[in-house]
């Protein structure tokens, strides 16, 4: 993930949308035709496309026009841009992409904040590992890897008010949650030798979060603690009161961009048994309006058509939601012809669209397979 979510190490996919209304103080926000901003999405295309893409201030306008143009001859509908956060720099280039026939949605990295100058500046903030490490200065994995705790009011209500402020952008369709989790208890089976790790089973310096806070909430509602169970990990109790947190999080961020007349979108692991079971994140009971599973089938030495197979484990569990999932792959793995046939497995097994990452991987053959795609 460059930072870009873990994608190229490890893991933590989002959106078209749903036809969920927005909400504001209980009421739809709808514009002056009478329809919702998810509405609107729903119109615009029958199944999407989208990418996602970093920004450099650096870069001229006239480079990202260029950029934003290329996608939009080749069919791709909707971009997710990664501006660290900076609503400036998503204020200079939503229009840009706009104009170009593209929906701009604000891509954040929500529980993993590295370099976050903010949160640096309360080491409290950070999730603590069972080993009673904090990733303020002790980061699983890789030093990226910057996670804060979602129990914490201060840490919690930092991520929330960076996803306010993205969402007062006008002219941006979504804020998009990503590393909306905890740290990876269990990476990708196929990123394992990268770290020349074997996990068959939880093993403590991944398992978060043992803070105090997180610690005493549980134990004042379930009469235990965690840091005196044997094993942890079989505890349901324990594990449900971390999938909440994560919950608690989204659901807070949902009403905070339905009230700015913009929806939510996420990326996620590829379905939510496996999302549970990897990094505490059941994003079917989540209030969102469409998901973007990274069903990178690579990182899991899977074939091609696992991406069909996950596909539709994530459109199963939602169906009766009326949340959009959108099927995420990963680029560097694909030639034209398993871009095309990931296209077509996603469209086959109930997806609503797919999304690739990144824009930066793209080749002038799988760009041509994207538009191919487009007339089947």
């Known amino acids: 993930m460059k930072i870009m979510k873990l994608k190229y190490v490890l893991l933590s996919l989002i959106v078209s949308f749903c036809t969920v209304s927005c909400l504001d103080n209980g009421k739809a926000t709808r514009n002056s035709e009478g329809k919702s901003p998810s509405e609107e999405i729903t119109e615009a295309s029958d199944f999407k496309y989208w990418t996602w893409i970093t920004a450099d201030a650096k870069r001229p306008d006239s480079s990202y026009t260029a950029e934003f143009k290329k996608y939009k001859n ?14 400036q720099l998503l204020t200079r280039l939503t229009p840009l992409a706009v104009d170009q026939g593209l929906e701009v ?27 009673g490490n904090s990733a303020f200065d002790t980061r699983p994995y890789v030093d990226y ?16 008010s960076l996803v306010e402020r993205l969402a007062k952008v006008k002219g941006v369709t979504s804020i998009h949650l990503d590393y909306i989790r905890f740290p990876d208890i269990f990476l990708p089976v196929g990123l394992l030798p990268k770290y020349d790790l074997k996990q068959e089973r939880e093993l403590p310096e991944f398992d978060f979060c043992y803070c105090e806070v997180c610690v005493a909430e549980f134990e004042k509602i379930h009469h235990k603690n965690p840091l005196n169970m044997e094993n942890p990990a079989i505890d349901m109790e324990w594990k449900q009161f971390r999938l909440n947190k994560i919950k608690e999080v989204v659901d807070d ?11 939510l979108t996420a990326a996620v692991f590829p379905y939510p048994e496996m999302s549970d079971h990897m990094v505490r994140q059941r994003w079917d009971k989540w209030n969102i309006d469409a998901v973007l599973p ?20 994530g459109v199963e569990d939602l169906k009766n939601n009326n949340v959009e999932l ?50 089947n």
């Open 253 to 263: 961020a949902y009403q905070i961009v339905h009230k700015n007349g913009k929806i």
């Open 105 to 131: 949605h604000a891509w954040i990295m929500a529980m993993n904040r590295p370099g976050d100058s903010v949160a640096l500046q309360h080491p409290e903030w950070y999730a603590v590992s069972r080993e």
């Open 326 to 375: 959108h099927t995420g792959v990963y680029l560097p793995d694909m030639d034209s012809v398993k871009l095309s046939k990931a296209i077509q497995l996603a469209k086959e097994n109930g997806a609503k669209g797919i999304s690739f990452f990144d824009g930066g991987a793209f080749t002038q053959e799988t760009l041509e397979a994207v538009k191919a795609s487009k007339s």
């Open 74 to 87: 080749y069919g791709l509908d909707a971009v997710l841009i990664n501006t660290a956060t900076d609503p």
């Open 145 to 160: 890897y910057q996670w804060l705790c979602p129990t914490r009011e201060g840490s919690r209500g930092h991520v929330l």
């Open 294 to 313: 990274m069903i990178y089938n690579g990182f899991y030495n899977e074939e091609i058509d696992w991406i069909g197979f996950a596909t539709k484990q």
